[in-house]
Every structure is written in C-alpha cells, then in structure tokens.
C-alpha cells in the first residue's frame, strides 16, 4: 500500500453520502487537510433513528454536522439535502456538483453495504468521468473491508480526532466503535510500519 500525502496545492472534495460518512471514512483527510477540503453531503440522515420521525431526525442530523463542520473547518460545505434512503432516485444531482477544480476525490464504495453509498460512488464517478476530471479519486471503506486497499492514512497520532469527530454525531455513535476497530485490523496488517496503529485504507480508482 502506498501512503497518502497532501501537499499545499491539493484541492480535495469528499462526497458523504450522510451526514457523518465524511468522518467515517475520510477523517484523517478533514484532520490533515481541511483547509483544502470541500466537503459534499447528499441526503439528511432522516432515516438514522427509527425512534424519531423523519422530520426530527433530519434537523437533529444537519445539527450535529453542523457542529463537526464548525470544529473541523473544512473550505466549504455543500449540503443537498436529499431523502436518505432515496439516492438512487435522485441520481441527476451529481450533475450539480463540478468536479473540474479537485486534484483529489474521495469517495464511499461502490460495492458499500448501504445503497445509499453505493448511488453516491456510481453516480458520482459517472459525473467525474462526464467532466473529464482528472483528479485522483479514492474508495473508501467504512464497514465491508476491502479485498485488497491500495492506499492508507496513517491516523496513528489523530485517532482520537477522529473519535472526536465521530462523536459529534451523538445518535450514530454505536458505530463508533466499528470504524476504529476496522482502523486499528487496517494497522495491524500494515507490519512494515510497526509504529501504525491506526489507518485508513482507500482504493484507488482507475
């Protein structure tokens, strides 16, 4: 695996498909580079608490990613605001989005355990292709581990920025513990980098 490194003239997108996804899968990106970062959220998490109504938890989610944009500071926020659950119908959205002034773009995966995620990277490396960007864009994992990652993150010093982030998302927290043990297998497995105990591994898309 090859390791990320950001330099100052990288300009960065990260497409979340909910409101969270963006520190799921990309924090160490929010956490090294977030000056640089334009972060995109596709739907409101409406259907994250079955516990609440759509309309309840819709509002309570943009809060609390509201909260983390305000810690994190990312260059711009983008918040379309689709029905979660509902990507696949609404797939001209990625059309809204120009793609042309990013050197790097992180994604979730299309073979994702969500289809909302799932409709986020088809539709989106659809549009990048459309546009003929040329950025470098990468898969990320979130729950279904990839077979074989290309690239990593080292978040050995920043997990705990991460949980940080995590966190501000009080309702999805469960998941928490997910993701940061998917992180620490990711280090494990890394035992050229003994000192890694934290990683998050991306797939390179060609």
Known sequence: MREIIFTEEDRIAIIAPHPDDECMFAA??????????????????????????????????????????????????????IEDTKLSENTDIAGRIDFSPYSRIFLPWIESLHPDHRAAAEMCISE???????????????????????????????????RRLIRFHEDQTALESVVLSLNAFRAAQMMHLPECRFAECYVKIE
């Open 128 to 162: 990048i292709r459309r546009q003929g960007c040329h950025a470098e864009c990468y898969s990320g994992e979130v729950y279904k581990p990839f077979p074989l990652p290309s690239h990593y993150i080292n978040l050995t010093s920043l997990a705990e920025e991460k």
């Open 28 to 81: 160490g990106v929010l956490l090294l580079a977030s000056d640089r970062t334009d972060v995109y959220v596709l739907t409101d998490g409406s259907h994250g608490n079955k516990a609440r109504s759509i309309e309840e938890e819709a509002a309570i989610r943009k809060k609390q990613f509201d909260a983390e944009m305000d810690y994190v500071k990312p260059h711009a926020v983008y918040w379309f605001g």
